[in-house]
């Protein structure tokens, strides 16, 4: 008779092929053994260590559904079971990761020149470049196509442009050697990507300034992007892409990353919930376990996990076959993110005053799950992209 297994309520792992095991394993062991030791101090300190970017590239962690380049070539499956099992120590670990593989070494795979590809893709495999991504500015979040960036010619320099404008909230910027940058070009008014490479800056006209006292997601590192008439080679900017069709392919591997990712998150605030709901006891030596009412936030939590890692496999299997569209991963995003926030508040309850504690981890999980709803798209954008779909009816103008 098969066996109920709380960690996996509806056999998820049924669906996995063997390669998928095999990295999901790798990755889990990892984040396990390495990450979680150091997550509680670096949350503290607001710190965050670029070594672990060169960690996960040695194992093949990054980039990893990319074929080539010293990439692993490997299932969007696999790839989000990556950040399933980052995710599961901390959503910041899994951002620095995430930007790194599916929003800056995705936007060179997909829209890189040749040269643009040899030149970075396979260091940024290994950590030891590392990248960020710059679409949102101060004025512009959720409206990203009324970016003010600019990039105009070089007076001077042929071959040259000059990029201006800012960008804030930008995981990685302090620490990135390459950041990919959207812009409008002057001379067409039209959105296009470029590859700005620190050292090929000159000093003044890249300042990557790091946002501090983070309410949440403060194991990973934040910053604003200055540029101020930086010159970048016009060899820099992406050859062929055009409009916000850029950012947001690159956004459409993210966002689905972050769908598993979250569940990831969620599963260890049920297992921490759990595991204090069985030891803490009250009223005539009774663990908490034993009431009703905590046994539904588990029920809640668990098949809402279970349901989430579903579809999120669903996905994944029709993103490979291409046939997944931009609103089917508006809604895993949406949904997974909402139901991992709202669970894990609702499981924070069982800790009682401990919750209060950072030693106990909840908190920390809710606090990033509250960044994880609003970046790559806030929950609401996400209704409402669902919403143009479901009427025919456009929501924002
Ligand atoms: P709209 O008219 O809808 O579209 C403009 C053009 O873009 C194309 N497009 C897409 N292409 C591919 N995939 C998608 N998902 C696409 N969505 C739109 C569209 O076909 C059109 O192309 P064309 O050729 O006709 O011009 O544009 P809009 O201005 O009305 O957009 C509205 C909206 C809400 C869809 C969009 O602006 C949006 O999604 N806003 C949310 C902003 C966002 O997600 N920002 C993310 C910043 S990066 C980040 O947060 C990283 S955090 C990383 C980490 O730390 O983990
Ligand atoms: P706003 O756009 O000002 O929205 C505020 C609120 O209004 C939201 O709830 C939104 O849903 C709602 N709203 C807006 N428009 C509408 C509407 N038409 N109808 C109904 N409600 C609406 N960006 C990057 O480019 N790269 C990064 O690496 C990156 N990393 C990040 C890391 C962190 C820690 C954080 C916090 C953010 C990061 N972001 C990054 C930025 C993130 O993508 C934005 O914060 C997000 O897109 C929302 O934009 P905003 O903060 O300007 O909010």
Known sequence: IAQF??????GSKNLLTAEEQAVSETAEQYCQA??????????RDEHYDPEILREMGDLGLLGATIDGYGCAGVSSVAGALITRAVERVDSGYRSSM???SSLVMGAIHDF????????????????????????TEPNHGSDPGSMEAVAR?????????LLGGSKTWITNSPIADVLVVWAKLQETGKIRGFLVDRKQCPAGTLETPAIKNKTGLRASITGMIHLADCPVPKANMFPEVEGLRGPFTCLNSARYGI????MGALEDCIARARTYALERKQFRGNPLAKYQLVQKKLADAATDAAYGVLAAIQVGRLKDEGKATPEMIS????QNCDRALHNARVLQEIFGGNAVSDEYGIGRHVANLYVCQTYEGQSDIHSLILGR?????QAFV
């Open 389 to 393: 779909a479901i009427t025919g009816v």
């Open 98 to 100: 995430s930007v790194q």
């Open 112 to 135: 890189g020149s040749a040269e643009q590809k040899e030149r970075y893709l396979p260091d940024m495999a290994k950590g030891k470049l590392i990248g960020a991504f710059g679409l």
């Open 34 to 43: 390495r990450l979680l030791p150091r997550v509680l101090q670096a949350y």
């Open 153 to 161: 010619e070089h007076p001077q320099k042929q071959g040259y442009y």
């Open 331 to 334: 809604m895993i995003k949406r």
């Open 5 to 10: 297994n709380w960690q996996d309520p509806l």
């Open 259 to 262: 769908s598993l990712g979250t």
